[in-house]
């Protein structure tokens, strides 16, 4: 079993910035995509971010242009950088990762609040 563990959440006033951290407990070159999730009070889980076969793109329009993911292969982690967050940005973040064929693994989430 692949275990994901994010970690960086937290508190944070609006026009603010945290990073995510995402850790796999194993070589992230077995996995075709990583991801981030998020999901706010009363709203569906919407991806964010992704990186697969290494290009990484930002899925919600929202985000755009203050969202970016990263990895570092080395380290077996997923980033995800936010800048200039704003109080809609408030909900927990998953980290997801995607092993085609076998199974997709997500991490426990991680508490995303932004202040106003």
């Known amino acids: 079993q692949v275990q994901l563990v994010e970690s960086g959440g937290g508190l944070v006033q609006a026009g603010g910035s945290l990073r995510l951290s995402c850790t796999a407990s194993a070589s992230i070159f077995r996995f075709n995509a990583m991801g981030w999730y998020r999901q706010a009070p009363g709203k569906q889980r919407e991806l964010v971010a992704r990186i697969t076969s290494g290009v990484p793109t930002t899925s919600a329009d929202s985000v755009k242009g203050r969202f970016a993911i990263s990895v570092d292969n080395a380290k077996n982690t997923v980033y995800l950088q936010m800048n200039s967050m704003k109080p809609e940005d408030t909900a927990v973040y998953y980290c997801?990762?995607?092993?085609?064929?076998?199974?997709?693994?997500w991490g426990q989430g991680t508490q995303v609040t932004v202040s106003s």
């Open positions: 997801s990762a995607l092993e085609s064929g076998v199974a997709e693994y």
